[in-house]
C-alpha cells in the first residue's frame, strides 16, 4: 500500500518569508500528485496537481511544486509567504491499489503558521 | 463549476439515533467519495462509488451505509454511532477515479 510522509508538522514563517514544504511517498507505480490546502473554519480546496509533463507545476495563490521521481518527492514552495496563507496544508498520491482501484492518501498535513 | 455540496452542515445524534448525510454534485462526477477527518488528521477514505456502484469499502462498521441513488447524490446513512464516530464527514468527486477530487464543505457531527 502506497504511503506519503510530510516532514514537518508545523512551520512557522514571518510574511515575505521563502515556504518549502517536503513531501515523499512510497509507491513504485504511476501515480498522480496533489497539494491541498484547508484554512481555517473552511473546506479542502485544491492548491495544485501533477498527473504527467513538466515536473514543475504551478498552481494558485503563487504555489508551485515540483516531482522529482528519482526522491519520490513532491515538494510546494512559494517565493513569499502571506499572512492569508495560514492553514493546513496537505499532500496527496492517488496510485492503483488493486483490481480497477485507485485510493487518494494523505499525508498527515504540515499546519503552516505565518505571522505579520 | 468544481461544486459539491453536503447538508447538514453540523449534526448532533445519541447513540440510539438513525440520521443520513447527503452529498450533491451536479459536475457530471462519475465517481464520489465518504471519507472522515478527526481533529488535526488527514481525511481518512471510508467509500468510494464509480458509476453508482460501490468499488472501495475501506473495512468501515456496518453502523455506517453508504447509498448511490444517482449519479448525482450520495448519502451515508448513521444508525448506531459510538461517540468515538464525532468527526468531520467530507464527501467529494471526479470525473473519474484517477482525476482530481473536489471536496464539499463536510458535515461536522457530534455523536453524545
Known amino acids: 500500500a502506497q504511503s506519503v510522509s510530510q516532514h514537518n508538522h508545523h512551520v512557522i514563517l514571518s510574511e515575505a518569508a521563502s515556504l518549502e514544504l517536503g513531501c515523499n511517498y512510497s509507491y513504485g507505480g504511476t501515480v498522480n500528485l496533489f497539494w491541498y490546502v484547508q484554512y481555517p473554519g473552511q473546506h479542502l480546496q485544491l492548491l495544485l496537481k501533477?498527473?504527467?509533463?513538466?515536473?514543475l507545476v504551478k498552481g494558485i495563490k503563487g504555489f508551485e511544486a515540483e516531482f522529482i521521481k528519482s526522491k519520490f518527492s513532491f515538494n510546494l514552495r512559494k517565493p513569499s509567504v502571506q499572512w492569508s496563507d495560514t492553514a493546513e496544508y496537505f499532500c496527496a498520491v492517488n496510485a492503483w491499489s488493486g483490481g480497477s482501484n485507485y485510493k487518494l492518501t494523505f499525508g498527515k498535513g504540515t499546519l503552516l503558521t505565518v505571522n505579520p | 463549476d468544481t461544486e459539491v455540496t453536503q447538508t447538514p452542515k453540523h449534526l448532533v445524534m445519541g447513540m440510539t439515533n438513525k440520521k443520513s448525510l447527503k452529498c450533491e454534485q451536479h459536475m457530471g462526477h462519475r465517481a464520489m467519495y465518504w471519507y472522515k477527518q478527526k481533529a488535526k488528521k488527514p481525511p481518512e477514505l471510508m467509500f468510494v462509488y464509480s458509476y453508482e456502484k460501490l468499488s472501495i469499502n475501506e473495512s468501515v462498521p456496518s453502523r455506517f451505509s453508504p447509498e448511490c441513488p444517482n449519479s448525482s447524490l450520495l448519502n451515508l446513512h448513521l444508525h448506531a454511532l459510538q461517540p468515538e464516530d464525532s468527526a468531520l464527514y467530507l464527501c467529494?468527486?471526479?470525473?473519474?477515479?484517477?482525476?482530481?477530487?473536489?471536496f464539499g464543505p463536510g458535515t461536522r457531527l457530534l455523536v453524545l
Open positions: 467529494a468527486s471526479s470525473r473519474g477515479i484517477r482525476e482530481t477530487q473536489y
Open positions: 501533477y498527473f504527467s509533463g513538466d515536473p
